[in-house]
């Protein structure tokens, strides 16, 4: 069997939140913006959704991961600065959530967003998740060259691995799964392209579950991808509650931000190397 993580560690748990708010929407189509509505959809993640899954998270004493846009971050300073004073690990997701096919262009989004973090949050990204997982060839390179230690986008395997650079530079993925997104179950729009899936929290929760169980026994890692404009509603929060609680009673679990399990999965990755 594959060795993925240090001794001890049987398994990884990344537990991660695009917080998109109002972006999600603009990158869908910009005339979003015009929509009083949407935009409203787009605020309801930091205004409601992340003070209930904060909370969840405190009764639970976990930590997650942020990927959080520039631009968010300058509308909702204060939830932004609340996710960090409760600890949490804030990641890179774009400037306004936007998709991007030119490498100079990538690296003048990531250098505004670094510079907005650093002046509104006090902190620095050390995690790269491009918005809606899509790169192109130079990408994994820039992500190297920009500074981050891990970058969770790809979705080669369900275990961590390397990307390594010509001259030999490694950079470790946590893929992810857009099994494991909650907008795969639960995104509903009228607006145009059309999305319907309100699918159940228990659906959902015996889908994540058997992933779970079946990557337990595997040594893999599991990349929960979650909006709070999404699972930031009452019934899917509790269901993530539930869920969390269930992975909390298996030993050797790992469960937190994708930092703290990227840097697991390096010292694992280096010991099999090393044997
Ligand atoms: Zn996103």
């Known amino acids: ?13 990344a537990l991660t939140f695009d917080l998109d708010a109002e972006t999600f929407w603009f990158s869908r189509t910009m005339d979003s913006k015009n929509n009083p509505n949407l935009m409203a959809e787009g605020a309801y993640g930091p205004n409601v959704g992340v003070p209930r899954i904060l909370d969840m998270l405190d009764r639970q004493q976990l930590k997650a991961t942020f990927f959080i846009p520039g631009w968010v ?37 990531v250098e505004k967003s670094k510079r907005i973090m650093k002046e509104l949050l006090g902190v620095e990204p050390l995690g790269y998740r491009a918005p ?14 920009s500074g981050f230690e891990y970058s969770s986008n790809t979705m080669a395997c369900d275990w961590p691995y390397y990307h390594e650079s010509g001259d030999g530079e490694k950079l470790i993925e946590l ?14 729009t009228l607006q145009t392209p ?6 159940s929290p228990s659906y959902v929760k015996e ?9 337990y026994d595997e040594g893999g890692l599991m990349t929960l991808v979650l909006h709070p404009q999404c699972i930031g509603r009452v019934s899917r929060v509790n269901m993530l509650e539930d869920l969390l609680c269930y992975m909390k009673t298996k030993a050797g679990v790992a469960i937190g931000p994708a930092l703290d399990i990227s840097r697991l999965a390096r010292e694992g990755l280096e010991e099999s190397l090393n044997s």
């Open 1 to 13: 069997m594959r060795k993925n993580w240090p001794q001890g560690i049987k398994m990884g748990v």
């Open 73 to 109: 971050i300058e509308q909702h300073t204060e939830t932004c600065r609340e996710i960090v004073r409760r600890g949490h690990e804030i990641g890179y997701h774009g400037y306004l959530h936007e998709t991007t096919y030119f490498p100079e262009q990538d690296r003048e989004l």
């Open 132 to 145: 809606e997982a899509i790169l192109t060839e130079e990408t994994i390179a820039n992500v190297m060259a």
């Open 175 to 188: 893929p992810f799964s857009w099994l494991y997104d909650d907008t795969s179950h639960f995104f509903f």
């Open 194 to 199: 059309e999305r319907r899936r309100i699918c």
């Open 207 to 215: 889908i994540w579950q058997s992933e779970f169980d079946g990557l």
